[in-house]
């Protein structure tokens, strides 16, 4: 195996790193929604889905048969070539860019091949991403244009004003946490950033030294919600005044996908904010002897989820949740012990701080989303050019003189 | 003998040339627009062969991902229709295509002139250190005064606009 692995990189190990990482983000899109209908369903004293399957867990699932049984509407007079390749580019840049994404450490062995954790590790990574993401107003700007109706036109319209704002905010924002690190590459990005300080806390940029990057972070979180068209900010499609804005004309799957993407656009930036300025798969516990045992810190989270879980769905409504739920929860159980195994205590340590992470800012992003009410217009552009952009910017000046500063 | 690298190479020129040929003879704006970005993209992805990294992602960001979506705004702001045919256009095929091959072959005839002198150049990948190392000290003066060049000009552009009130 090892030879044919040396013979056929490609083929053996980077190809169903691929599919794997598909999967895994796919099905991540599809309970993402379910995290987000739950969440939002209990910030308004609502139960959220609860009838198709236990606790509703099979809710995406009935989703997705849904989208792939409605009838697939063009409306009259719209400019096909275009409609048709609004949906794919959104989602297809959406999905690329969790390409460069470091979920762990460096370096990854399968059969003896070095392999980064991730699909690939570039030295421009955080530009890729850059790229990507600015690609990433065409598929709302022309979805909004080609279905030839007025209320996608206008969402269409915002939106690429919008993104086109932000977006320089956003850059901006993150100059701060490169100086400190001085790379380009996600994954050096996140070794640098490796330590404790005596006082115990992680070397993470937030609190960085020279200059901590709370604000740095604070203003790439909001450009990112911006940047993402999620609420407060997503005038795009504000349901209250454009119907759906710019997808009002998508049916079926081709509005499936503009709302994969839009979750897919999510999780990126939540993994970036994880990267840039929480440490990305570092623990937050220093490497010393005394602090061994929070590597088992996983197979402890899985082992009392696992058994919470199994005690939970033993007295559950339903039967089929009596059964389905405590066979998860055995699952995870199963995992947990798994993880206290020499060899998988190493290997899970990145990816389950890393997950950790991007978890909590998935949960930000939902919360903020059933908390505050939606930005006007103009309050919109005032906020992003003349609030955002000249505090990103002086973020910037302040950072490279603290940094000149301290290396003098 | 083709290499990948000269495979890659071809499959990008030729996409390039297919989207240029695009823009000039789609007769939707927009589609003229979308066909400039896919120019753009295999563009920078032949920086990126060369091993320029760090501009190959500017090209994107800056040129495709910026300046294009707002040339497509603006195109739907003013929710221009399809491009009509006059007289003068039909005098544009008879007089513009011939002028337009004779200015191709010049500028064809030169390049080939200039670079059959060249050798190959260093192959190697320009770090985006070294690129900054040299925009930021040996050019900071020319680099700055660009930028306050582009700014002229945003700020003419302002001024122009708001002469009526």
């Known amino acids: 195996m090892n030879e044919l692995a040396a013979q056929h990189p490609l083929l053996i190990v980077v190809l169903p790193k691929i599919v794997i990482l598909l999967f895994l983000l796919l099905t991540a899109l ?319 340590q990145g990816p389950f701080w890393f997950l950790l992470k991007v978890a909590v800012f998935l949960f930000i992003y939902v919360w903020v989303r059933g908390t505050l009410p939606r930005f006007r217009y103009d309050q919109l552009m005032n906020f992003g050019w003349k609030v955002l952009l000249p505090l990103s910017i002086a973020n910037v000046v302040v950072t490279s003189l603290l940094i000149v500063w301290v290396q003098r | 003998m083709i290499t990948p690298q000269i495979a890659v190479f071809l499959i990008l020129a030729a996409v390039a040339v297919a989207g240029s040929l695009s823009l000039i003879l789609q007769r939707h704006p927009i589609h003229s627009a979308l066909s400039l970005v896919v120019v753009m993209i295999s563009l920078a992805l032949m920086y990126l062969l060369q091993g320029a990294e760090f501009i190959a992602a500017v090209q994107i960001i800056v040129y495709a991902g910026a300046i294009m979506v707002l040339f497509i705004f603006v195109i739907m702001l003013l929710n221009a229709g399809v491009e009509e045919r006059t007289n003068l256009s039909r005098l544009a095929k008879f007089v513009g295509v011939p002028l337009g091959g004779v200015f191709l072959l010049e500028i064809a005839y030169w390049i080939g002139r200039a670079t059959l002198r060249l050798g190959a150049g260093p192959q190697q990948t320009v770090s985006t250190r070294e690129l900054s190392t040299l925009l930021f000290r040996e050019y900071v003066f020319p680099f700055e005064l660009t930028s306050f060049l582009i700014l002229i000009a945003l700020l003419g552009a302002l001024v122009l606009a708001r002469r009526e009130e």
């Open chain 1, 30 to 348: 599809a309970y993402l929604t379910w995290f987000e209908r739950k969440v939002v369903a209990h910030i308004q004293s609502r139960w959220g889905p609860f009838r198709v399957g236990p606790h509703g867990l099979l809710q995406p699932l009935a989703d997705g048969v849904k989208f792939l049984f409605k009838e697939d509407v063009t409306p009259a007079g719209a400019d096909k070539f275009v409609y048709f390749l609004a949906p794919f580019l959104a989602l297809s840049l959406a999905i690329t860019s969790i390409a460069v994404i470091p979920f762990g450490p460096k370096e990854l062995t399968i059969f003896g091949q070095a392999t980064p954790f991730g699909i690939t590790n570039l030295n421009i990574g955080l530009l890729v991403l850059f790229a990507i993401t600015s690609m990433g107003v065409y598929g709302v700007a022309l979805a909004g244009w080609s279905s030839n109706s007025k209320y996608p036109l206008l969402g269409g319209l915002r939106s690429s004003a919008q993104m086109v704002s932000y977006e320089l905010a956003l850059t901006m924002s993150v100059v701060g946490a490169i100086l400190m690190a001085g790379t380009f590459n996600l994954s050096e990005l996140v070794l640098s950033q490796q330590g404790n300080y005596w006082w115990g806390l992680p070397k993470w940029n937030i609190i960085g030294w020279p200059m901590p990057q709370v604000f740095g972070f604070a203003l790439f979180f909001v450009a990112a919600v911006a940047e993402t068209n999620r609420a407060p900010f997503d005038l795009a499609e504000a349901e209250s005044e454009l119907v759906a804005g710019f997808h009002t004309e998508y049916a079926s799957f081709k509005f499936a996908m503009f709302f994969m993407a839009e979750y897919a656009a999510m999780i990126t930036v939540s993994c970036l904010a994880t990267i840039l300025f929480f440490g990305g798969w570092l623990s937050p516990f220093p490497e010393t002897p005394a602090w061994a045992w929070t590597r088992f810190i996983p197979a402890a989270a899985f082992l009392l989820a696992g058994l919470a879980l199994a005690a939970h769905g033993i007295r559950y409504l339903t039967i089929f949740g009596r059964i389905v739920l405590p066979v998860l929860g055995i699952v995870l159980v199963a995992l947990g012990l798994l993880f206290t195994q020499p060899m998988a205590v190493v290997l899970v």
